[in-house]
T-cell receptor, first 111, second 114 residues
């Protein structure tokens, strides 16, 4: 079956670093995405990994290990506006148009 | 222009009404998507259009009818909906119909069925 796991909730302090993990078991793999979604708004694209390793984009970085079925999103220098839900999604190798979504991690950044 | 627009932002309709949701993108993307999202849940794929042809229908009830008049527009026609269909309806597009890179999402239409 297809399964993506991420923590339901996380809390962190402004200015700190937080790592949100995502593990997946899917029948195929053709890339992993991280999206950010603020309450009541649409998801916005953060990162895409298809090869093993770390992708850095400003304060956000994403890591992928295909052999372990594991990814993480690293957020540095946290700001209050980073309070949001973070969704991990895997692209189905059998059907490249379809994303398999995790349930999301709700991150609360406190002052 | 990296924007996907959706109208209306909010919609309240009765179970006997007929209404349509509209989505537009001018990024030259050839794949467009409809998703349904309930509170605290991830987006749930409904339909995918590739080069203006319906390529995926995720067993969506026939009371939802998609239409892609041209490569920039995507509509979702609603008829005889149920209260449980109340949700945020998201449109998205991506560059490459074979999967391509990221999907860009519109702001969504908040639908309430009474």
């Amino acid at each position: 079956g297809q399964n993506i796991d991420q923590p339901t909730e996380m809390t962190a302090t402004e200015g700190a670093i937080v790592q949100i993990n995502c593990t997946y078991q899917t029948s195929g793999f053709n890339g992993l995405f991280w999206y950010q979604q603020h309450a009541g708004e649409a998801p916005t694209f953060l990162s895409y990994n298809v090869l093993d390793g770390l992708e850095e984009k400003g304060r956000f970085s994403s890591f992928l290990s295909r052999s372990k079925g594991y990814s993480y999103l690293l957020l540095k220098e946290l700001q209050m506006k980073d309070s949001a839900s973070y969704l991990c999604a895997v692209r189905d190798a059998g059907n490249n148009r379809k994303l398999i979504w995790g349930l999301g991690t709700s991150l609360a950044v406190n002052p | 222009d990296t924007e996907v627009t959706q109208t209306p932002k909010h919609l309240v309709m009765g179970m006997t009404n007929k209404k349509s949701l509209k989505c537009e993108q001018h990024m030259g993307h050839r794949a467009m998507y409809w998703y349904k999202q309930k509170a605290k849940k991830p987006p749930e794929l409904m339909f995918v259009y590739s080069y203006e042809k319906l390529s995926i229908n995720e067993s969506v009830p026939s009371r939802f009818s998609p239409e892609c008049p041209n490569s920039s527009l995507l509509n979702l026609h609603l008829h005889a909906l149920q209260p449980e269909d109340s949700a945020l309806y998201l449109c998205a597009s991506s560059q490459d119909p074979s999967g391509g890179l990221e999907q860009y999402f519109g702001p969504g239409t908040r639908l309430t069925v009474t």
